[in-house]
T-cell receptor, first 113, second 115 residues
Framework: DQQVKQNSPSLSVQEGRISILNCDYT??????FLWYKKYPAEGPTFLIS???IKDKNEDGRFTVFLNKSAKHLSLHIVPSQPGDSAVYFC???WGGGYNKLIFGAGTRLAVHP | GAVVSQHPSRVICKSGTSVKIECRSL??????MFWYRQFPKQSLMLMAT?????????EQGVEKDKFLINHASLTLSTLTVTSAHPEDSSFYIC???????????FGSGTRLTVV
């Protein structure tokens, strides 16, 4: 039972354009969502997060949008750069930072010149 | 920012031997640490949640006698893969929580190969 779903295994975007990565969840208990970037054979690196009391959080080129009614969140990267090429994982949790993270399957982003 | 150190980064061991992986929070105290496993091109699957001073909570399907977790201090958790077999070969990653506003910080991972 996948509680966090990333239905697009891969995404290819031209440098300078916008990258939009999507994530859906099923568990209404989730109240905190995170995005991580990961390279092969390395641990995930935190990018940005959002609490369920917000619908948008922005940090530089990264913006996360949350639509609670649709149980959907998305990560926007603008402008996309070749260095953004990696696997992006969406994760969800509840209870304010002490509970486990549930990860989606990941989306491989390729940003080409 | 919060830093989690994980060692070793890669290890090759013979089938039947045990391997210990360490996870340390360097600049914060982590009452809770998490151990994940990742197979190639797959997601991170939570194996267990480790709380300082108490027994770890294992996810369904994870053998607690095979994957021994010890969280003896607020800055150190260890995962021991006992009697390792080739099917245990995987990428193991730890994570530590610094509390509600500290987020979750991940170690750099350990590539285990059992031959």
């Amino acid at each position: 039972d996948q509680q966090v779903k990333q239905n697009s295994p891969s995404l290819s975007v031209q440098e300078g354009r916008i990258s939009i990565l999507n994530c859906d969840y099923t568990n209404s208990m989730f109240d905190y969502f995170l995005w991580y970037k990961k390279y092969p054979a390395e641990g995930p690196t935190f990018l940005i997060s959002i609490s369920s009391i917000k619908d948008k959080n922005e940090d530089g080129r990264f913006t996360v949008f949350l639509n609670k009614s649709a149980k959907h969140l998305s990560l926007h990267i603008v402008p996309s750069q070749p260095g953004d090429s990696a696997v992006y994982f969406c994760a969800a949790t509840w209870g304010g930072g002490y509970n486990k993270l549930i990860f989606g399957a990941g989306t491989r982003l390729a940003v080409h010149p | 920012g919060a830093v989690v150190s994980q060692h070793p980064s890669r290890v090759i061991c013979k089938s039947g031997t045990s391997v210990k992986i360490e996870c340390r929070s360097l600049d914060f105290q982590a009452t809770t640490m998490f151990w994940y496993r990742q197979f190639p091109k797959q997601s991170l699957m939570l194996m267990a949640t480790s709380n300082e001073g108490s027994k770890a909570t294992y996810e369904q399907g994870v053998e607690k006698d095979k994957f021994l977790i010890n969280h003896a201090s607020l800055t150190l958790s260890t995962l021991t893969v006992t009697s390792a077999h080739p099917e245990d070969s995987s990428f193991y990653i730890c994570s530590a929580s610094a509390g509600p506003k500290g987020g979750y910080t991940f170690g750099s991972g350990t590539r285990l190969t059992v031959v």
